[in-house]
Every structure is written in structure tokens, then in C-alpha cells.
């Protein structure tokens, strides 16, 4: 039952399939810092939605609309997507092309569902209003997390990924709607589901390609944080070592000292004694001590690797950092996100004098997980387009992408600020 006739009832179950849809997309996708102005953006492609369909519905058909929707409703959709996000275009497309593929056969389905209970309009609304909500809610709360966590580690491949949904989406519009509506053809609601099985078996390839991408990424991560912690370790061998080295000495000059202080007590000269006693402690004082920041060896090293890095490069540190026993996330992920804090903060204070270098970290562990890194900066640091901190010189900020990813899929609170020649990157977990 399509109900052409109900110019307002048609106009009605467009926006609705036109609000769900943009919802499914909302649900896994990442945006930049709302703004009046996105918002005013939104409603007026709403507004817009609502003339252009009217207008079509009226002066032709229910079945000439649904052959230009991709032309006046979905294109557009991607595109506002592209205007509200900092991802990149290709895999909004992916996206988006992905949730209206999906949305067509919600939308057909709830359609054959209502003409075999012989419902009516109010029937169709209902029965839609409640689809749109329960996969809405689903994606939202059970593959967010997991599709960023994907998307967010996978850069390459997206352009040809996008064309699949794409092609999909045209082939199906052309079985549903050409020569007439799929209603008036059984045989073609038979064509369509067999489309959405073969659909389907695509996807599942996709979903396996994209989940060997991510464990071949994240394999390399672990390799990089890896490689962290065995320069590291190197550096506490060679700490080691030194003392050592310095051990033996003093060991072998024990038997003198012994001697000396033997000497003295015959003397009877007590105040020699001390003094000689004294100056003798001090040795111990010089030898090297090995560093440790946390009781996490992952996460020790990375942050032993990267102000080791800092020192050498003559930054001057300011360090205070407690970290607890037990992290509240990966200790991975963690390990991450401070090597993307201090690589730019070290970035950064290499392209200043060396008398200028100087950087201040810090960390509590109570009430929160807080972590701030401060360093100067030279010019100016303005937001790029997607809101996040453009380096001066024209650098990349991919360091900061990887901090706010990191926070997105960790629900932490993260800020970004630029004021008397100093910046400050803060995360909370």
C-alpha cells in the first residue's frame, strides 16, 4: 500500500525515512564542535527536503520521486555529512552510502509489512518511526565503538571500499523501481532480498578485510610501542652497567678506605674520621639511577623513551606524574596518547632556540586520569577547518587526530588551548 493520493501522508514518510537515516549516519560517525551555524545548516537542508519533495510529489508522482531521491535527497546527505565532520570524504561516503543502502530496505520492508497486515497510514508511520528508532539505538550502542575504533586506525582504501555501497545502492533503485514499483511486481520483491543476501555476503568480505587491516595495524602499533620499550630497557642496561662499573670501584678502594679510617681511629683524630667518612658517602650519590615513571613497563617505557628523546634534544623537563596501579584504559592505547602528547610538545620545541626549549608535564590519577603537557610555541596557532590546531609552518596535526581519536572512543574530555606563547594539551579520562 503506497497511498499515493496522501500528498501529506507521502511528504510525511519521506521525512521520516530522511531523519532516520540521517540518524543511522549520526550514530557512527564523528563530528566536529557544533556550531549555530552547523545547526542553521541542518535545518535548512530539512526545509529543503520537505519542498523539494512536495514539489516533485505534486507536479508528478510518488514513482518519479523515488527514481531522482539519490539526486535531491541522498548526494546531498553525504555532503552535509562532509560539512559536520572532520573524517575523510572517501569514508563518509563509505558511510553514508552504507546507512541509505541500509535505509532502502528498511524502508521496503516496512512497506511489504504494512500491505500484508493491510494497514493503513497511520500504521506505515508507526511501524517506520519504530524501525528507524531501534536500529538507530542498536548502532548507537553496540557498533559505534567498534566501527570508530576501526575506522580510526584504517587511513587507505576507502576511495574503492566507497564505490561498492554506491553501485549497490544504484542496482537496487533500478530492481525496486524500474519499470514500476517493486508492489506492482512479486516477482521483483523475490529479486530485491536476493540482491540483499548477495548485499549481505559483500559485506561480510568487507567486515573481514577491514578487521585484518586493523590487526595488521594494531600489530604494527604494538611493534612501535614495542620497539619503545626495548630502548628503554637498553637505557636502564646501560644505567645498570654504570653502576656497576662504579661499584667495582668503590669495592676495590674499600680495602684503602678500611685502611684510612683504621689509621685515623688510631690517631684518635674523631673529626678527620667524619670528614673522611663524609666525603666517602658521596660516591654512592654520583652513580646513575634508572628512571621509572609507573608500574605499567608498557607504559613506563614509552614515557622513559620520549623525555629521554626530549633531554637529548636539550628541552628543558618539568615532570610530575602519578600514574596509577591499575589504568583505566589499554595501557596500549594510553601508551599511545602521551607519546602523541610529548612528540609534539618535542616537535614543537625543536623549532625554537635552544635557550627556549622547555616543556612541562603532568599527571594526577585523582578524582580523574588527567594529563597536561605545556610548551611554548612561535606565531600563531589557528584551528584548522575540522576545529583542531594547525602547527605553524604548515605541519601536520595528525598527532593531535590520534589524541582526539583516542578520546572519542574512551569518552574522555580533551582541550586544546593557545594563549601568551604557550600551548596546552589537557585529556581526562
Same mark, same amino acid.
Given at each position: 500500500?503506497?497511498?499515493?493520493? #496522501? ?11 530522511f531523519?532516520g ?8 560517525t ?13 535545518a535548512?537542508y530539512?526545509? *529543503? ?10 507536479? *508528478? ?12 535527497i @541522498? ?11 572532520d573524517?575523510? *570524504? ?11 543502502l ?37 548502532e +548507537? ?26 553501485? *549497490? ?7 525496486? +523501481?524500474?519499470? &514500476? ?6 516477482l ?15 559485506? +561480510?568480505?568487507?567486515?573481514r ?5 586493523? @590487526?595488521?595495524?594494531?600489530? &604494527?602499533? #604494538? ?10 630497557i637498553?637505557?636502564e #642496561?646501560?644505567?645498570i652497567k ?13 680495602r ?10 688510631? @690517631?684518635?683524630?674523631?673529626q678527620?674520621?667524619l670528614?673522611?667518612? #663524609?666525603k ?10 634508572p628512571r621509572r ?9 614509552? =614515557? ?7 633531554r637529548?634534544?636539550?628541552i628543558?623537563?618539568?615532570t610530575?606524574?602519578?600514574l596509577?596501579?591499575? =589504568? %583505566? ?7 599511545v596518547?602521551?607519546?602523541?602528547? =610529548?612528540?609534539n ?11 627556549e ?26 584551528l584548522?577547518?575540522?576545529?583542531? %590546531?594547525?602547527?605553524?609552518?604548515g605541519?601536520?596535526?595528525?598527532? +593531535?587526530?590520534s589524541?582526539v581519536?583516542f ?7 580533551? @582541550? ?7 600551548f596546552r ?5
Amino acid at each position: 500500500m503506497l497511498f499515493e493520493n #496522501n500528498l501529506t501522508f507521502l511528504v510525511l514518510k519521506v521525512l521520516i525515512i530522511f531523519a532516520g537515516t540521517i540518524a543511522m549516519m549520526v550514530s557512527t560517525t564523528t563530528f566536529k564542535v557544533i556550531r549555530k551555524k552547523t545547526v542553521f545548516v541542518i535545518a535548512g537542508y530539512a526545509v *529543503f527536503v520537505v519542498l523539494s519533495t512536495f514539489l516533485i510529489l505534486y507536479y *508528478f508522482d510518488y514513482e518519479h520521486f523515488l527514481r531522482v531521491f539519490l539526486v535531491t535527497i @541522498s548526494c546531498p546527505a553525504v555532503l552535509l555529512l562532509r560539512y559536520i565532520s572532520d573524517e575523510p *570524504f572517501a569514508k563518509l561516503v563509505f558511510t553514508g552510502a552504507t546507512h541509505i543502502l541500509a535505509s532502502l530496505y528498511i524502508s521496503a520492508t516496512v512497506t511489504l509489512m504494512n500491505t500484508v497486515l493491510h494497514g493503513n497510514e497511520l500504521s506505515d508511520i508507526l511501524l517506520r518511526l519504530a524501525a528507524y528508532l531501534l536500529i538507530t539505538l542498536f548502532e +548507537f550502542r553496540f557498533v559505534r565503538r567498534v566501527w570508530l575504533d576501526f575506522v580510526g586506525m584504517i587511513k587507505k582504501g576507502w576511495g574503492v571500499l566507497s564505490l561498492i555501497p554506491c553501485a *549497490f545502492i544504484i542496482l537496487s533503485v533500478t530492481v525496486a +523501481f524500474y519499470p &514500476e514499483h517493486y508492489t506492482k511486481r512479486p516477482l521483483s520483491i523475490v529479486t530485491i532480498y536476493l540482491l540483499g543476501a548477495v548485499i549481505l555476503a559483500v559485506y +561480510f568480505s568487507i567486515g573481514r578485510y577491514l578487521s585484518m587491516q586493523y @590487526s595488521r595495524l594494531q600489530s &604494527e602499533q #604494538n611493534k612501535e610501542i614495542l620497539e619503545l620499550q626495548l630502548e628503554n630497557i637498553r637505557r636502564e #642496561n646501560a644505567d645498570i652497567k654504570a653502576l656497576e662499573k662504579q661499584t667495582k670501584i668503590i669495592r676495590h678502594d674499600l680495602r684503602h678506605i678500611l685502611s684510612t679510617v683504621a689509621a685515623l681511629a688510631e @690517631s684518635g683524630d674523631t673529626q678527620a674520621i667524619l670528614d673522611f667518612v #663524609n666525603k666517602t658517602a658521596k660516591l654512592s650519590e654520583d652513580a646513575p639511577k634508572p628512571r621509572r615513571y609507573c608500574g605499567d613497563p608498557i607504559l613506563d617505557a614509552t =614515557l622513559s623513551g620520549c623525555l629521554a628523546s626530549a633531554r637529548e634534544a636539550g628541552i628543558e623537563l618539568e615532570t610530575s606524574l602519578s600514574l596509577p596501579d591499575v =589504568l %583505566p584504559v589499554d595501557a596500549s592505547e594510553l601508551s599511545v596518547c602521551f607519546a602523541g602528547m =610529548l612528540e609534539n610538545a618535542v616537535h614543537a620545541c625543536m623549532e625554537l632556540p635552544e635557550g627556549e626549549r622547555r616543556m612541562s608535564v603532568r599527571c594526577i590519577h585523582s578524582p580523574k586520569l588527567m594529563i597536561e603537557v605545556t610548551y611554548p610555541f612561535q606565531g600563531k596557532m589557528p584551528l584548522d577547518k575540522n576545529g583542531l %590546531p594547525k602547527p605553524p609552518g604548515g605541519g601536520s596535526n595528525s598527532g +593531535f587526530r590520534s589524541i582526539v581519536s583516542f578520546c572519542e572512543r574512551h569518552d574522555a574530555v580533551y @582541550s586544546f588551548t593557545a594563549e601568551n606563547g604557550r600551548f596546552r594539551i589537557m585529556v581526562a579520562l
